[in-house]
């Protein structure tokens, strides 16, 4: 608990492909068919364990892929049709991928030359989106709200991840030592006896701050009510992190 009140005083802390275009014409690239089409299969693997929600946008872009006209690519120094039927996730891989362009290929589908133009199906325009449409889903899933519960354990928990986001240091071992000491643990505590109460500004809350301090720390995001648990911890540990480093190396009076 505080002695002299000097602890509490504001301290002003700002918030704080692979495609290497080399030579043209007639050069060569030879296609290492066995490790190509283990390529292929690598780029289609997909995360374990992955539960995903298909969602309207991911069935309008597919639609709109499949109605969508043929593309072509271009071939250029060091390609294989296994990394281009992979990078366009054409189905059948690069065998369907020669198939569709013998004409321009060849006989040989080892062999394909800088500038040619393959026709990429509008089917795999379709699988190219409905997969970018699945990472996509996948990264931005709403995660669940995470629940605390109305107790101290709760309040410490959910003050460390507001500091989290906010770069602000501290364990939940420092903060429960120094809350323990300074109010039992009581939200509602106040000190009406000491230097800052003379004053007209009395230490409240969980970890006992003045409303200047409070004012001076509080972060964003949290309630403007100084007795607010949540909010009195998180502010208390930004002033202990701006003036001993983090609310870990505060062992008494602050």
């Known amino acids: 608990m505080p002695a002299k009140g000097k602890h509490r005083r504001p301290k002003q802390n700002p918030i704080t492909r692979k495609l290497a275009l080399a030579g043209t014409g007639g050069a060569a690239l030879t296609l290492p068919l066995i490790s190509a089409t283990t390529a292929g299969a690598a780029g289609t693997s997909?995360?374990?364990a992955t539960v995903t929600t298909v969602t309207a946008a991911t069935v309008v872009n597919a639609v709109t892929a499949v109605n969508?006209?043929?593309?072509?690519?271009s071939v250029v120094v060091g390609?294989?049709?296994?990394?281009?039927?992979?990078?366009?996730?054409v189905s059948g891989g690069?065998?369907?991928?020669?198939?569709?362009?013998?004409?321009?290929?060849?006989?040989?589908?080892?062999?394909?030359?800088?500038?040619?133009?393959?026709?990429?199906?509008?089917?795999?325009?379709?699988?190219?989106?409905?997969?970018?449409?699945?990472?996509?889903?996948?990264?931005?899933?709403?995660?669940?709200?995470?629940?605390?519960?109305?107790?101290?354990?709760?309040?410490?928990?959910?003050?460390?991840?507001?500091?989290a986001k906010h770069g602000i240091p501290g364990s939940y071992n420092g903060i429960h030592r120094n809350v323990m000491r300074e109010s039992s643990g009581n939200p509602k505590a106040i000190n009406l006896w000491d230097i800052n109460a003379q004053n007209g500004i009395p230490s409240k809350?969980?970890?006992?701050?003045?409303?200047?301090?409070?004012?001076?720390?509080?972060?964003?995001?949290?309630?403007?009510?100084?007795?607010?648990?949540?909010?009195?911890?998180?502010a208390?540990?930004?002033?202990?992190?701006?003036?001993?480093?983090?609310?870990?190396?505060?062992?008494?009076?602050?």
């Open 46 to 48: 997909a995360p374990a």
């Open 68 to 73: 969508a006209p043929p593309t072509t690519y």
């Open 79 to 89: 390609d294989t049709l296994s990394e281009i039927a992979a990078d366009h996730s």
């Open 94 to 163: 690069w065998k369907q991928l020669y198939e569709a362009n013998r004409a321009v290929v060849g006989d040989n589908p080892s062999v394909i030359r800088p500038g040619i133009k393959l026709t990429i199906g509008a089917q795999a325009k379709a699988a190219t989106a409905a997969k970018t449409a699945a990472k996509t889903a996948v990264k931005t899933a709403a995660k669940p709200a995470s629940s605390y519960p109305n107790n101290l354990d709760g309040w410490i928990r959910e003050s460390l991840d507001v500091m």
């Open 205 to 234: 809350g969980l970890l006992q701050v003045i409303d200047p301090t409070f004012k001076a720390y509080h972060v964003p995001g949290t309630s403007l009510d100084s007795y607010d648990p949540v909010a009195n911890i998180t």
């Open 236 to 254: 208390a540990c930004n002033y202990a992190a701006a003036r001993y480093g983090s609310i870990d190396n505060v062992n008494g009076a602050y």
